[in-house]
């Protein structure tokens, strides 16, 4: 069957400028030998929600009306990627507004916004708050894996694509019960992408009822007077 909006894919995929340059990739090999490989970064197929942006929007959309098997390249023009550039989205900012002093090409906060720093000309900064890579052209190389069909196996999709974590789903006609790690609540914005992750369940799946557990064992608590 041909892959429609809403359904859950997993894919591989990199990414690379007009030039060739990599700039994303799911397999750690060419993240190694592009210069690009965090450590920080789970790296593997991953799974996408076709029509939710989980990837940049001209990427999911080439994907629709192909079949599980797939191979392909997709070039995507910035409004359906990063957005165009807009040279009006840059402000000139004291040096005073910083705790450390800015230097070119640092990522930085200012109010609610994020940009980059442009340049530094005395006690002013000048800051460009477009995304880096807007205007520019994005190649994908991508293989489509799998089409996620089994009910239990979408919710846990959709729980790494929001949390990155695995988890245990359970399906009872309409409530499917979530076995969360015991680390779960521990990681920032856990609330926030669990309340993310099931807003996606109720709006793509037909399910009435989550019930979230966090499992703990005896064996997995230290003893008391391991504890300070």
Request: no cysteine; charged share 35%.
């Amino acid at each position: 069957m041909p892959i429609e909006r809403g359904d859950i894919v997993k894919v591989s995929y990199t990414a690379k400028l007009e030039d060739g340059t990599v700039i994303d990739t799911t397999d750690e090999e060419v993240a190694r030998e592009f210069g690009i490989y965090s450590e920080d970064y789970r790296y593997g197929d991953i799974y996408i929600i076709v029509g939710e942006k989980v990837v940049v929007e001209g990427f999911e959309e080439d994907m629709v009306g192909k079949e599980v098997g797939y191979k392909g390249v997709v070039s995507v023009p910035p409004e359906k990627a990063f957005g165009k550039y807009d040279p009006k989205n840059r402000e000139i900012v004291s040096v005073s507004k910083f705790k450390e002093k800015p230097r070119v090409g640092d990522r930085v906060r200012i109010g609610d916004k994020v940009g980059t720093v442009e340049r530094v000309v005395g006690r002013r900064v000048i800051v460009d708050f477009n995304h880096p890579l807007a205007g520019k052209n994005i190649t994908f190389e991508y293989e489509i894996k799998e089409k996620v069909e089994d009910l239990a196996r979408k919710v846990e999709a959709i729980f790494m694509i929001y949390t990155g974590m695995e988890v245990k789903a359970r399906v009872d006609g309409k409530k499917v019960t979530v076995e969360v790690p015991r680390t779960f609540h521990f990681v920032p914005y856990a609330p926030l992408n669990k309340v993310s992750a099931l807003l996606r369940i109720f709006k793509y799946l037909d399910v009435e009822e989550v019930e979230i557990v966090e499992r703990h064992r005896k064996m997995d608590i230290p003893k008391f007077d391991e504890i300070d």
